[in-house]
C-alpha cells in the first residue's frame, strides 16, 4: 500500500510596518484553531502558531486618541515641586485614561491610554537615602556637640572652634539632609498588562502612595469594565496590546527599546495561548 505523505508550506509576507514571521498557509488568522480528526501522526503545531504573522498595520482603531473627552472616573493629581514633577491622571468616556505628565528639564506630555491594556495593580516602589540620612544626623550631631562643649568653663581648646568653623558644619548637615529628602521618594508606575511596559507614572515625596490608594482602587474597577465591554479572544486581546504599544511607540510615550523589550513578552504570551500537540490526518 503506497504512503500517504502530508506537505506543509510555508510563505513569507511582507508589509510595511510589519513583523516579518513565517505563517502556515491556507489558514485563518489570528490563531490556528485546535483540530483533532483521526490519524496516525501527531504534529506539533505549537512552534507554528507562535511564528505566527502579527501585523501592526491595521484599519482598526483600537483607541480613541483624542485627548478630549468627558471625565467619567475617578482622577488624581500629585505635584512634587521640591523635585519639579507633576502627574495627573483622569479616566474618561470611551475606556481611556488620559495622562499628563511634567518632569525637569522636559517638554509636558499629554496622551491617553486604553485601560484594557493597563494592569489594575499598580507597582509601588520607595527610595530611602539611608547613607544620606546617617550622614546628616552625624553632621549635625557633631556641630552641636562642638558648639556645646566650647561654651563649658574649663574645656580644652581645641574644642573652643571659631563661629565660622561651627556655622560651616551646622550648613553642611543642613545642605545634607536636603539632598537626603530630595533622594527619598515614593514611585507609583502603572504597566501594560503583558508588555510590561511603563504607561504612567508619579514619582512624589513619603505618601504619595497612600494619597493614590483611592484612585488606584477606582481605577481597577474601571479597568475591569473595560475589559468587560469589549469581549475578545485571548489571541485578539494580545494583538490589540501589540498595536497599542505601537501606537504610544509613534508619540513617543514609549522608547524605541522599551517597545521591542515589550513587544517580545506580547508575543511570547501570544505563543503561551497555543495550543499544544494535536492530530492530523495522513
Do not use: N
Not at 245 to 265: D, I, P, T
Amino acid at each position: 500500500m503506497p504512503r500517504r505523505t502530508t506537505a506543509f508550506r510555508f510563505r513569507r509576507t511582507e508589509a510595511p510596518d510589519c513583523d516579518l514571521r513565517l505563517v502556515l498557509t491556507g489558514t485563518d488568522f489570528p490563531s490556528i484553531q485546535p483540530v483533532t480528526p483521526s490519524g496516525t501522526i501527531r504534529v506539533d503545531f505549537a512552534e507554528a502558531i507562535q511564528a505566527e504573522h502579527i501585523c501592526l498595520e491595521t484599519e482598526e482603531t483600537v483607541v480613541d486618541g483624542r485627548l478630549g473627552g468627558k471625565q467619567i472616573g475617578p482622577s488624581l493629581r500629585i505635584a512634587d515641586r521640591f523635585r519639579g514633577c507633576e502627574t495627573e491622571l483622569a479616566v474618561l468616556e470611551g475606556h481611556r485614561l488620559a495622562v499628563r505628565s511634567r518632569r525637569p528639564r522636559q517638554i509636558e506630555r499629554r496622551y491617553v491610554v486604553d485601560l484594557r491594556f493597563v494592569d489594575s495593580t499598580p507597582v509601588i516602589g520607595r527610595r530611602i537615602a539611608s547613607r544620606c540620612w546617617q550622614a546628616c544626623v552625624a553632621l549635625a550631631t557633631v556641630a552641636v556637640l562642638s558648639g556645646w562643649l566650647s561654651t563649658l568653663d574649663g574645656a580644652p581648646a581645641w574644642l573652643h572652634l571659631r563661629p565660622s568653623v561651627w556655622l560651616a558644619s551646622i550648613v553642611v548637615a543642613i545642605g545634607t539632609g536636603v539632598l537626603a529628602l530630595y533622594r527619598t521618594y515614593e514611585r507609583i508606575e502603572f504597566l501594560s498588562l503583558h508588555g510590561r511596559a511603563r504607561l504612567a507614572e508619579i514619582t512624589g515625596g513619603l505618601g504619595s502612595s497612600r494619597a493614590a490608594a483611592s484612585f488606584t482602587t477606582g481605577l481597577a474597577r474601571r479597568i475591569e469594565d473595560a475589559r468587560t465591554h469589549r469581549q475578545q479572544s485571548a489571541q485578539q486581546f494580545l494583538r490589540d496590546e501589540l498595536r497599542e504599544h505601537r501606537r504610544l511607540l509613534g508619540e513617543s510615550v514609549l522608547s524605541e527599546k522599551a517597545y521591542q523589550a515589550s513587544k517580545q513578552r506580547i508575543l511570547q504570551s501570544h505563543g503561551r495561548q497555543a495550543v499544544g500537540p494535536i492530530e492530523h490526518t495522513t
